[in-house]
């Protein structure tokens, strides 16, 4: 009973990736148009060719799984090879966060910072029928946001680095009252942050009421989304 479970859950996934084959490489063009104002193109195109060649080879497994007669396919075998495959997907996301910066300061991070929150998105939707593939996708996007923003010298870094950090848990597909609890703790953790450093640095030119302004709307569109995105899952 377990190994069928398991099968159609794997269908389910493959179904999904297959019917949303061209989104998150659509984003990724975007991504790189966007970057283009301040990114070298040398690294775009280097990283964009990595998305699709990951993309590809997620998708070139998926459709192999589902030409496979269900009895000759093994749901642990091939939940690790769609484990590997995503995983790979991930990384070669999660490389944006070190494409260089350039003259974009705070714009080009803050970008990278939101595109990467919505891929992490995009893909637990899509994988959440099986939450081992959706940790092997998303784990390595919330790492090199956590990594990227902590090796840089600013406070306000570090705090998208806690935001990112609150915001991640795949369980929060499951319930929305765990969703905006995380929410909560998310944005949070980034204030509370600030405030510190704004105690400690009377030289900073954020301004409280700012921050203010942000939680809330922050809290409240992150809110909006998980509610409406939710009833696809």
């Not at 003259?103 to 992490?120: D, K």
Request: aromatic share 12%; with cysteine; net charge positive.
């Amino acid at each position: 009973f377990r190994s069928e479970l398991d099968y159609e859950l794997l269908l389910l996934f493959a179904k999904n990736e297959l019917s949303t084959a061209v989104a998150t490489p659509l984003l990724a063009v975007i991504v790189a148009v966007g970057a283009m104002f301040w990114a070298p193109p040398a690294q775009l195109l280097l990283w964009l060719a990595t998305v699709f060649l990951a993309k590809g080879l997620l998708i070139s497994l998926c459709r192999q799984f589902l030409r496979t007669p269900r009895e000759e396919a093994g749901p642990l075998t091939w939940r690790n090879k769609m484990m590997a495959a995503e995983f790979l997907y991930g990384l070669s996301w999660a490389a944006v966060a070190f494409v260089s910066a350039g003259s974009g300061g705070e714009a080009a991070h803050t970008f990278v910072f939101a595109a990467l929150l919505i891929v992490i998105s995009m893909r637990m939707l899509f994988a959440a029928p099986v939450m081992p593939i959706v940790y092997a996708g998303t784990l390595p996007m919330a790492a090199a946001i956590v990594v990227r923003f902590a090796l840089l010298d600013n406070p306000y870094y570090w705090a998208m680095a806690a935001m990112a950090v609150g915001v991640y848990s795949p369980e929060a597909l499951q319930s929305l009252r765990f969703a905006i609890a995380r929410l909560i703790v998310a944005v949070s953790l980034g204030v509370i942050f600030m405030a510190i450093m704004a105690f400690a640095l009377p030289g900073m030119t954020l301004w409280r009421s700012n921050s203010l302004y942000a939680m809330g709307l922050s809290f409240g569109y992150l809110a909006l989304s998980r509610l409406i995105l939710g009833s696809l899952i």
